[in-house]
C-alpha cells in the first residue's frame, strides 16, 4: 500500500518536467544577477538591515515590475490595434 501512495507524491514534489517549465528571460536574470544584490547592499548600507531589505524588495519589485507590465499593455495595445473590429471585418465569400 504504501508504495502506491509514495509514486504519486514523489511526482508532486518533483515538480514539472523540465520542457515544461518556463525559460528564464534576459530581464529575469538581469534582475536576479544584477537589481535585486545592488538594492540590498544598497539599501541594507543606508537604512540597516531590517529596514533596508524591506525596502530593497520594493524598489526592485518596482524596478522589475513596471516595464514588465509596460511592455504586456503595449503588446496588448498593438495587439488589439492590428486585429479588426468585429463589424469591420471584410465579407468573406
Keep these: 500500500m504504501a508504495s502506491n501512495i509514495a509514486l504519486p507524491l514523489r511526482n508532486v514534489f518533483a515538480g514539472p518536467p523540465p520542457q515544461a517549465r518556463p525559460r528564464e528571460t ?45 511592455v504586456q499593455e503595449l503588446r496588448a495595445r498593438i495587439e488589439r490595434s492590428s486585429t479588426p473590429a468585429p463589424g469591420n471585418a471584410p465579407a468573406g465569400r
Design 26 to 70: 534576459p530581464i529575469e536574470a538581469l534582475d536576479t544577477a544584477i537589481v535585486r544584490p545592488a538594492c540590498t547592499a544598497a539599501f541594507t548600507a543606508v537604512a540597516g538591515p531590517g529596514a533596508g531589505v524591506l525596502l530593497a524588495k520594493v524598489v526592485a519589485d518596482l524596478a522589475f515590475y513596471v516595464p514588465v507590465i509596460g
